[in-house]
């Protein structure tokens, strides 16, 4: 198992793991295959790609100006691989780069609906800090996260 930086040759990798998620609000693949691309040509994030035998999941990274928050943007696993202790892994991972980086805090948005991972990241001293009303489509809720790096 390792997790490795990916690269614009890694579109079509990281849309399988977004499409193969079972996320929700993923409507095709073709629109996957957008969320890739504009990932990389936006610039304004590294992604990080989990690999098995194969690409399972992957995670998206940001940072403000000053380097002192770290988002994490997107995090994906395939429906195949989850629950099997994957997003702990990618979530030490997303954590030691904060520190790395030296930044101060990292934040994250998650459904509000989605117990799993909000279990998870409050494991992992993640609090909820705000809330944004009617951010899907549905009229649902997303809650903002967040962690302070010691």
Do not use: H
């Not at 989850?82 to 997303?94: D, F, P, T």
């Amino acid at each position: 198992m390792k997790i490795k930086k990916g690269t614009i040759k890694d579109i079509n990798t990281i849309a399988d793991i977004e499409w193969k998620s079972g996320y929700k609000w993923n409507k095709n693949k073709e629109e996957c295959i957008k969320l890739a691309k504009r990932l990389f040509d936006e610039g304004y994030c590294d992604i990080y790609i989990l690999y098995i035998k194969e690409p399972a999941g992957y995670f998206a990274m940001a940072f403000n100006k000053n380097k002192k928050v770290c988002y994490i943007n997107y995090f994906a696993i395939k429906k195949q691989y989850q629950g099997k202790g994957l997003s702990k892994i990618m979530i030490k991972k997303a954590i030691d780069i904060s520190k790395k980086s030296k930044c101060k805090e990292i934040e994250l948005a998650v459904w509000n609906k989605n117990f799993p991972a909000i279990s998870l990241y409050n494991k992992f001293g993640f609090f909820v800090f705000d809330i944004k009303r009617d951010k899907y489509p549905n009229g649902d809720n997303k809650l903002k996260m967040r962690k302070e790096i010691i």
